[in-house]
C-alpha cells in the first residue's frame, strides 16, 4: 500500500521537470527501506530475541507514522484529485 500511496504523491504533485529525481529518490526510499529494517531487526534479534526485535520493530514503525501524521498536517489532509471530485458527487443516503 505505501508503494502505491508515494507513488500517486510523486506523479500527482511533483512538477514535471523534477519527477525524475524525486521519482529515483523514492525508489531508493521503497528499496533500502525494508533493507534498513530487516538489518535492525536482525541485530535486535541476537542482541535479545526475535520476539522482542518484532514488538520492538512494530512500535517503533507505529510511533514513526504516528509522528509524521501528527506533524504534516497537508498529508494527513491531502485528496486525490478524482478522490475530491467523486465525495462531492457522492449522494447523501437517504433518511429514512
Not at 23 to 37: F, K, L, N, R, Y
Amino acid at each position: 500500500m505505501s508503494v502505491v500511496t508515494r507513488g500517486a504523491l510523486v506523479q500527482l504533485e511533483t512538477p514535471d521537470e523534477f519527477r525524475g529525481r524525486v521519482s529515483s529518490v523514492e525508489h531508493v526510499v521503497g528499496v533500502a527501506g525494508p533493507e534498513v529494517g530487516n538489518f535492525r531487526g536482525g541485530v535486535l534479534a541476537s542482541l535479545t530475541s526475535a520476539p522482542v526485535a518484532l514488538v520492538v520493530g512494530g512500535l517503533a514503525a507505529s510511533a514513526v507514522v504516528g509522528l509524521v501524521a501528527w506533524r504534516n498536517a497537508p498529508l494527513r489532509r491531502y485528496r486525490t484529485p478524482a478522490a475530491t471530485t467523486a465525495m462531492a458527487r457522492a449522494v447523501p443516503a437517504e433518511s429514512t
